[in-house]
């Protein structure tokens, strides 16, 4: 686990928007091995644009939203106050139709939000999966990165990487670790009683 405050940040905020966690397409086989790099974003005058890593693309699958799932329950487990974006393409200005692979958040919807809940950030993030080697029809945490964006500034506050190893970890197991290191950045009740916590990397 890697955790990285941007100068300056002394604690993120604890009313936070989750965009839902992307994910790669599956590759098939024999083809070039996925890179477990991390997603980037950039701020336009429209929104916010999510771009994937370097020669892949980022889709929303069902167990990258399932990641998203349990990460949103156990953050409001742990004192934050969230709300769930919907899942926004720009659009084409000549066709007039969506991207599939690209995704951002509209400054427009921030601002309602913002105005309407208190709304103080917005986690971005992307997963990747390797299937379980004892049961392949199982999908393991490979790497998980997610970023926390202010939404009035529009500034990254921080940055969270976790590498599970080659063999991965289970959903439960990454989403118990990212949200124990958030709610540490956001000073709110980590106290979970009669849980095993994962050990929290330095």
Sequence with gaps: MTVTKSPGVDAIPAAIGIYPLLSTEPKEPHSTPIRFSRMSSTSREDGVYIAPPTDSKLVLTLESQMVTNLLGAELSYRGF?????PVETPR????????KHTFY????????????????????GNVYFVP?????AELLVRAAYLRVIDVTTLDVLCHVSLNNGSYGATMEETVQQLALELAVMAGTDVSVPDRDEPPRAE
């Design 81 to 85: 106050a969230l709300k769930e974006l």
């Design 105 to 124: 958040v509209s400054l427009a919807l921030l601002d309602r939000l913002r105005e309407s809940y208190d709304l103080r950030a917005l986690l971005l």
């Design 132 to 136: 379980n080697r004892y049961d392949p």
């Design 92 to 99: 084409d200005d000549v066709a007039g139709e969506g991207d």
